[in-house]
């Protein structure tokens, strides 16, 4: 009755009332298309919708395209492993697709100092590298999380001119080129420590800078990644050590994400390594193609890749027992020598999504 009351005064309203009446309906129905404009700020950022994985599943705002960095520079500019097969088959952006990501930028980087300090500044968003550079960054107040570990094996060596030293007792007082903040910084750290050899320098080089340096004799020795050692060793420098004498000096592979960018996916890491395990499975199922892959990224022959980079060396799970042991020997000692500023669990750091 009392409704009926006044949609009878509202129709014979006066002129005025109608105006206000007009006026208050038009302004509500402008702070609603405001206020729906912004939602998920997809516009704003950049960020594209992804469709719908699963019926009524909720659309996700990720941004388009995934920046990715790895170690190393070649023609296809790719990494290795899962990641790099995974890419070059188109197995990975195949699965980013179903969650909005048109596109994986990649961009290679000499070492790992270099690649975190993007990562840091945004320039990407992840990045597979060495476990010693991306520990130092995280205990630095990087604000990353570690995603998976992709290798555990990851060798140094310790290479000579052909009359250069014989042996590591021989390096004393001697200059060595290394690539500071690498694994292999502390797998030579590591190994003279063992040694009982503290007088000795270490020179910042990269490794083309190091082969010259060591070619005329401004340093006495370089640590060295497979492919370029086995090379070396073939033109007759001396080899006065690797990592695979001294397993707890092994470095491991990481795959670390921008605290940022899970911001804005969440869900990144179950997505990667699930998209990673499809392609490590396509990969074994296509060994010989995989290591002509490989050969044809390192400039070298199917039988170096498959001594250097065998495909039993590439872990399946994102972690393992004997994965999360060796990081943790590598995260002690980097603190114990100081390389590293911050003590930390490598639980807290790492996302468990299994």
């Keep these: 009755m009392i409704v009926r009351n006044r949609e009878k005064k509202t129709k014979h309203a006066g002129p005025a009332r109608l105006a206000l009446v007009a006026l208050l309906v038009a302004a509500t129905a402008w702070l609603q298309a405001c206020g729906g404009g912004n939602a998920g700020g997809a516009k704003e950022t950049g960020a594209s919708t992804a469709p719908d994985t699963e019926a009524g599943a909720p659309a996700s705002n990720v941004p388009s395209v995934l920046n990715y960095g790895y170690i190393g520079s070649n023609d296809k500019n790719l990494p290795g492993g899962a990641e790099g097969w995974g890419l070059y088959k188109g197995i990975i952006q195949e699965e980013l697709k179903k969650y909005g990501i048109e596109e994986v930028k990649l961009t290679g980087f000499p070492n790992g100092p270099d690649q975190t300090e993007s990562l840091i500044s945004g320039r990407l968003d992840f990045g597979g590298l060495g476990d010693t550079p ?140 699930e998209a990673r395990k499809k392609a490590l499975d396509d990969l074994k199922q296509h060994e010989e193609e995989y290591y002509r892959f490989i050969a044809d990224l390192n400039k070298t022959t199917v039988e170096l890749a498959k001594k250097v980079s065998p495909i039993s060396e590439i872990t399946v799970e994102p972690f393992s027992d004997e994965g999360l042991s060796r990081i943790t020997g590598t995260k002690d000692f980097l603190i114990g020598e100081g390389l590293a500023k911050k003590d930390f669990e490598i639980g807290d750091w790492a996302i468990r999504t299994e």
């Design 134 to 273: 991306a520990i130092i960054a995280y205990a630095s107040g990087a604000k990353t999380r570690l995603v998976n570990q992709t290798n555990i094996t990851n060798i140094g060596y310790l290479i000579s001119a052909a009359n250069g030293p014989k042996s590591v007792g021989e390096l004393k007082g001697k200059a060595i080129a290394i690539q500071k903040g690498s694994y292999m910084h502390r797998y030579v750290v590591g190994l003279l420590k063992q040694a009982g050899i503290t007088d000795y320098k270490l020179v910042h080089m990269l490794i083309p800078d190091a082969q010259a340096a060591l070619a005329r004799g401004d340093v006495d020795a370089m640590t060295n990644t497979g492919y370029t050692a086995q090379k070396l060793l073939a033109e007759g420098y001396t080899l006065i050590d690797d990592s695979t004498k001294h397993p707890d000096l092994h470095g491991t592979g990481v795959t670390v994400v921008s605290e940022s960018y899970l911001e804005k996916f969440p869900d990144f890491p179950k997505v990667w390594n």
